[in-house]
């Protein structure tokens, strides 16, 4: 019998290489904005002027942090009430977009979100904020774009090895879908096709980085991706990377990538259909094998020490990360298996033995 709930998000996409300055100037008009706020990072300041070329702003802010601390989001929401704001526009990575989601929390702002990696937060109802060094997330319809304006041209820019930590990270948010707390067939679908555009299109990024059709493929990718996370909610892989990124400040797309198939292999030996969709859409003969030959095409980040982590650090993010982890996780959690899960992953081992525990586990 087939039975589930699903919900769809409101949002209006708009898809198109070179287009980013006409859509935008079309979407101010109709939603009947003048008091126009442009967030987007110094560093994304000068593709968000060139998006912004035929609207007029009255505020451009700059102050943006990776994980939202919850001050930077205070100064950011005080300028858009001083200015009269009444439409957010951010340009950006997910930093930039999840500080709009911040303003637009309290406030009620609507967002155009433009984004310029793949990290998929303008399609999701999802929050995150930073303080004393925990980071929160929660979900408010509020801080989810209106509309989203993808423009493959904007990622020209994005370096290579940050284009693949990047897509990765859509990539977790297709896997994590699929056993969600809310996983359902329709995000299944949107997953295992996010899985094949994004498999396709990373490693023609690193064939060609200045082509755009890999770049397309990622960013088409990276939305059904977000659409299928925000529906299905955080799994066990968001709950270990929202740790590592809010208690040890790791970068977040270099973290997913990394952790990924060591979740994935711990999951795998309980989920068989999710697992045989998704090496279909890897065109493998399981999903560990179409990640882990897609991760050494891209020469994909590898050890978490690569980014900062230590063994010291473990047995806090295992008492943090437990706790967060859905019950509904097919493969049961502890202390022990998440912190031998850790351990892989700091050092960069083959994730495989994860799996292999599993099915001794099972079998004894
Ligand atoms: P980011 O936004 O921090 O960007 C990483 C770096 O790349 C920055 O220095 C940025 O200036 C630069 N950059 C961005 N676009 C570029 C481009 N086109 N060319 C060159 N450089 C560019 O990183 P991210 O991985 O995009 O986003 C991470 C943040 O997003 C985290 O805080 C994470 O929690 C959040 N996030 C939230 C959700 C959600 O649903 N709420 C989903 C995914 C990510």
Partial sequence: MLTFEHVTLGQRVLFGSGKAAEYLAAEVARLGASRVMVIASEFELPMARKVAADIE????????IMHVPVEVADRARTAAIEAGIDLIVCVGGGSTTGLAKAVAMTTGIPIIAVPTTYAGSEAT?????????????GVDDRVLPVTVIYDASLTLSLPVDMSVASGLNGMAHCVDSLWGPRADPINSAL????????????????????GLEGREQALYG????????????SGMHHKICHVLGGTFNLPHAQTHATVLPYVLAFNAPFVPE????????FGAPTALEGLQGLRARLDAPKALADYGFTADGIAEAVQVALPAIPASNPRPVTEANLTALLQAALTGADPVTLSEQALEGATR
């Fill in 57 to 64: 702003v009255a505020l451009w802010h700059h102050e943006v």
């Fill in 125 to 137: 109802n999802v929050w995150g904020l930073t303080e004393a060094a925990r980071k929160t997330t």
């Fill in 191 to 210: 997953a295992a096709e996010g899985i094949r555009a994004l498999a396709a299109g990373l490693p023609a990024i690193v064939a060609d980085p200045s």
């Fill in 222 to 233: 990276a939305y059904l991706a977000a659409v299928a996370f925000a529906s299905a909610g």
């Fill in 274 to 281: 999710p697992e045989a969709r998704m090496a279909a859409a």
